[in-house]
DNA sequence: TCGTTGGTACGACGATCATCGTAGCAAAAG
DNA sequence: CTTTTGCTACGATGATCGTCGTACCAACGA
């Protein structure tokens, strides 16, 4: 089952700023700034079910500010900075300088 | 009747990333960007009745996006760019240059 | 005084959202 | 092979959202 990404010309303004508008998912990104490597979904600290993490991961990918790697039965996570950066320029580097330093 | 604002300190970036996640709002934002001068309601080319309107304006004004000010019977708005600077930099205008130029 | 204008309040509607529990699957570990 | 691990799929629930129409009000112009 491949995951859907979408391309980089593809990605809006609205589902994007959308995505990080959940305090939730601006904790996952947060978390994916700080450290670049790629990291699976059960090493965040949220309190939130499993199944309302997936929601979160997949609402944060297909709005295209993730990027979502099968590796085993895990799924490695990272951030498209570069993909964000190029379409929206400076946009996540404000969300991420203007969100606090530990939820 | 006193319209409610936030503070400048009180603005909180989950909400504002909500305000302008719609597309309505976001066309809003551009134009109150575009011409800096107090803007009245009604002069909005949108495509959404006077109540979703209303709504709209409401939903930026209560995150803290712009400012509204009673004039007679209309309402002059204005967007709260030393604020938001202040409160979370580099994001409007990253939103504002990521926004096309026209809806 | 009487319309007109610019906007709000209220209630309604269907859609989407965040959340959860349960069930299940695929890969890795034993 | 069996168990555990990591995550998804599905369905449900209550909340919020975007939209609208109707009713209304306050200020202004004739």
Known sequence: MTLHHPAPEE??????????????RLEIVRCLAEDPSPRRCGT?????SKSTLTHHFRVLRE???????ADGT???NSLR?????????????????SVPASA
């Open 11 to 24: 990605l809006e303004l609205p589902a994007v700023l959308h995505a990080l508008s959940d305090p939730q």
């Open 63 to 69: 709005a295209g500010v993730i990027e979502q790697r």
């Open 44 to 48: 965040f600290e949220l309190t939130v």
């Open 74 to 76: 895990a799924r490695l």
């Open 81 to 97: 900075r570069e993909d964000l950066e190029q379409r929206f320029p400076g946009l996540l580097d404000a969300v991420l300088g």
